[in-house]
Each structure stands twice: as structure tokens, then as C-alpha cells.
Nanobody, 119 residues
Framework: QVQLMESGGGLVQPGGFLRVSCVAS????????MSWVRQAPGKGYEWVAD????????HYNDSVKGRFTISRDNAKSTLYLQMNSLNVEDTALYYC????????????WGQGTRVTVSS
């Protein structure tokens, strides 16, 4: 069965950095585009970034562009999000999500990893 497991979240001070990971299993990871989506406390879901199957094409929400970097290691079936220059607005649950083959929605999500940015 398809599984996505995020890790690496934690508490970090404003201006700090953190890398979260997502290990995928149960499907051919290299055949799917992937995304990071987050949900801040009391807020809705916000798309953060996506990456194509080969890892050579990425897109970012303007709110994180220039600060975050999405990447993937297909040999390890792992998705990454490097977060730099963190601010309190980045506090959220961070989810990795698999893009549906129709490319219109996400069909699988992980349980999320919590990132808290606070002084």
C-alpha cells in the first residue's frame, strides 16, 4: 500500500533553518510528481512547492520562493524540503503529497511533520 512518512520537523528560531523529509513506499516513486503542502494553525491548506519526476523542474509558492528548496532522491524514494530564513509565518504542519496521474489533485498524503518557528 502507498505510504508517505514525513520527518524532521521541530522547533527553530526565526531566521533559522530546517530540512524535512518524506519517505515514500508502496509505489514507484520515480513515476510521480510530488508536492509539499502545509497547514498553519487555524488556517487552510497552502501549497508550498512541487517537483517533477526527474527532479529537474520545480515550482514554489511566492511566500517561500528564494527561501525553500524542494528536492528528491529517487534512489532513496525520498522527498526533501530545505527551509531557510524561517519566520513565524512558516509555522505549520508540513505534508508531502503525491500528484494524481490526472495532475488535477493529490491522491495520497502523509501524516505531516510539525514545524514551529518561535523565539
Amino acid at each position: 500500500q502507498v505510504q508517505l512518512m514525513e520527518s524532521g520537523g521541530g522547533l527553530v528560531q526565526p531566521g533559522g533553518f530546517l530540512r524535512v523529509s518524506c519517505v515514500a513506499s508502496g509505489f514507484p516513486f520515480n513515476y510521480y510528481s510530488m508536492s509539499w503542502v502545509r497547514q498553519a494553525p487555524g488556517k487552510g491548506y497552502e501549497w508550498v512547492a512541487d517537483i517533477n519526476t526527474g527532479g529537474d523542474s520545480t515550482h514554489y509558492n511566492d511566500s517561500v520562493k528564494g527561501r525553500f528548496t524542494i528536492s528528491r532522491d529517487n534512489a532513496k524514494s525520498t522527498l526533501y524540503l530545505q527551509m531557510n530564513s524561517l519566520n513565524v509565518e512558516d509555522t505549520a504542519l508540513y505534508y508531502c503529497a503525491r500528484l494524481h496521474e490526472n495532475q488535477f489533485s493529490y491522491d495520497y498524503w502523509g501524516q505531516g511533520t510539525r514545524v514551529t518557528v518561535s523565539s
